[in-house]
């Protein structure tokens, strides 16, 4: 069994083919194009949801569900000890304090670990190439959690 898991969301732009790459999860995060849920990257390409936007239709997001997240996990910690979450900044989305909740769970507590640095696209995208780095380096998720979110103060 693997010591460190990473996972984020689909709000980092991290494709399959590069989650593939880094030995990654990524969480699709569902939106609604008028009433129809899709889940990014899964149900509609990125050159799709362009082409609907340029036609001006309505979009929102949503949360993904508690379960679709702790299934996940699961999922995780049958090949990983512990997991580093990267999910979409709290000052954005509720997902993250969902996930902080859920992490402490008897299920997952001291084995998930959620990291809320304020970050989306790019540095969000950033940090999940650092946690893959340092778990590859040896640092435990304790220290990457803390290392991801002190990057948020500066």
């Known amino acids: 069994m693997k010591k460190i898991g990473i996972m984020t969301d689909s709000h980092s732009g991290i494709l399959s083919e590069e989650a593939q790459r880094l030995g990654i999860k990524v969480l699709p995060m569902p939106f609604y194009i008028g009433e129809k849920v899709y889940r990014e990257g899964v149900d509609l390409s990125r050159d799709e949801f362009y082409d609907m936007l340029r036609k001006g239709v309505d979009v929102s997001t ?12 699961k999922e995780m910690l049958k090949e990983y000890e512990e997991i580093v979450y990267i999910p979409l900044s709290s000052a954005l989305s509720g997902s993250c304090m969902t996930a902080e909740a859920m992490a402490n769970e008897d299920e997952f507590a001291g084995k998930v670990f959620v990291v809320d640095n304020g970050r989306v696209a790019t540095p969000m995208h950033r940090s999940v190439l650092d946690a893959v780095e340092m778990a590859e380096e040896g640092y435990s998720v304790v220290e990457i959690k803390k290392i991801l979110e002190e990057t948020r103060e500066k």
């Not at 949503?62 to 996990?73: I, L, N, Y």
Request: hydrophobic letters at 35%; a negative charge; glycine letters at 0%.
């Open 62 to 73: 949503s949360q993904p569900s508690p379960t679709e997240v702790m299934d996940m996990w």
